[in-house]
């Protein structure tokens, strides 16, 4: 296998590689978290007791890590690359060159976020949502020198990464089909990604704009984001003017939870394919599930603002937030409801990627029940920061992605390695 191949396979497989190297280094991270939880006073070896800014650097990188280098990484552009040409007939993905350059610059991303740990003062510790001000302000503690200058250069590498991937998607998927893949009678994980793959080009422009803005509030002089007259550690911040941290809040969130769909949209293809494939029948009400998973995509894009009801967010703002959070829920039940009409009935084989797709759907169900729940403002107000919000997106996007992957690896594990696993 060429490492500088430009065959969407061997890229498939680099961005498997390369999900798989963040969830090991973000996954230790956890570990360090928890373990720092239960006894805070522990004294590591060559490291000595935690301190809260190593404490906050770790939470900054597994998020970042999870979040971009896994979550996004693995469904959408490793599986996309892996099979997507075959499923719709074609050789190849459209833009090769484009491809391997999208790869390229996400390893370029990856090592670039993990240099911050090298670095005087150590990893950012804003967290992987780096709200401003403290985030635009060396003086917030440590790390929020080159180690934030690093972080957000990484994620400006990785929005141009995913952009050029997104780009390939939708350019292959609409112009390489073969003869006869009209749209109506291509795969559900085709849709998937096609609809992630627009999400992707929307939002991860945005995100690169915001994360420039930010780079130029600490190198440029400008003030998007820093009020005047913040106190920082006792001392009056004169060097700013009038920004706005609430404009920081829009855009990311803006890109934040479509990101969830670009995660769990191509789990939800996998899921409907795998479940059919392994009951013996085909997906039932295959067109409405096509309209859900463009309606998830279309209302993805329409409910960032319920991140910020105790952000002073104007009540009737909060009040169409709300509803549009809601109305969301309407086309992933649908999803759940074939899924459960699938093997409603049906004699299944309980084959390995069968039983993660059945963990795929429960932890969905389970994380999903809780969605409806902090898409109330008045009981977000008293749910918000707590660990009822963090049960929530792990649910969802965290395990539930995670099992979709380890569906589409063991069911595509021949395509990888080239034998069947045992």
Not at 173 to 195: F, Q, Y
Not at 201 to 206: A, E, N, R, T
Not at 264 to 292: E, K, Q, V
């Amino acid at each position: 296998m060429k490492i500088f191949s430009t065959h969407h396979r061997t890229i498939g497989i680099g961005y498997l590689l390369l999900a798989g190297t963040s969830v090991a280094i973000g996954t230790l991270l956890s570990l360090l978290m928890r373990v720092h939880r239960v006894w805070p006073d522990l004294n590591w070896p060559l490291w000595g007791v935690i301190k809260p800014e190593d404490y906050l650097a770790a939470v900054t990188m597994h998020g970042t890590l999870m979040v971009f280098f896994v979550l996004t990484t693995a469904p959408q552009s490793g599986f996309s690359n892996l099979v997507l040409p075959e499923q719709i007939g074609s050789r190849t993905m459209a833009l090769p060159w484009l491809n391997a350059a999208g790869l390229w610059t996400t390893v370029a991303s990856l090592l670039v976020l993990l240099s911050a740990f090298f670095v005087r003062g150590g990893g950012p510790i804003s967290g992987w949502t780096s709200y401003p001000p403290l985030s635009a302000l060396a003086e917030a503690g440590p790390g929020q020198a080159t180690g934030m200058d690093l972080w957000l250069v990484s994620i400006g590498l990785f929005c141009i990464a995913s952009t050029m991937n997104g780009a390939n998607t939708l350019v292959t998927v609409i112009r390489c089909r073969c003869k006869g893949m009209t749209w109506g009678r291509m795969p559900l994980t085709v849709w998937a990604w096609l609809t992630a793959a627009l999400l992707t080009v929307i939002v991860f422009s945005v995100l690169f704009a915001a994360a420039l803005m930010l780079l130029c509030d600490w190198h440029a002089g400008t003030s998007f984001f820093v009020p005047a007259g913040g106190v920082i550690n006792g001392v009056v911040d004169t060097q700013h003017g009038d920004g706005s941290p609430l404009l920081w809040l829009h855009l990311f969130w803006f890109f934040g939870h479509p990101e969830v769909y670009i995660a769990i949209l191509p789990g939800m293809g996998m899921t409907s394919m795998l479940l059919a494939n392994f009951c013996r029948r085909g997906i039932p009400a295959y067109r409405w599930m096509i309209t859900t998973t463009l309606l998830i995509g279309l209302l993805g894009l329409s409910v960032w603002g319920h991140h910020m009801f105790v952000a002073g967010l104007n009540p009737w703002a909060g009040t169409v937030f709300q509803l549009t959070t809601i109305a969301i829920a309407i086309p992933s039940t649908a999803k759940v409801l074939n899924w459960l009409m699938t093997l409603w009935g049906s004699r299944p084989t309980y084959s390995t990627p069968m039983l993660w797709s059945l963990g795929f759907v429960s932890l969905f169900i389970a994380g999903g029940v809780t969605g409806p729940v902090l898409a109330q403002p008045a009981l977000d107000a008293y749910l918000h920061n707590t660990f009822f919000v963090v049960a929530h997106f792990h649910l969802v996007m965290a395990m539930a992605g995670v099992f979709s992957i380890f569906a589409g690896l063991t069911y595509w594990f021949p395509l990888i390695a080239g034998r069947r696993l045992d």
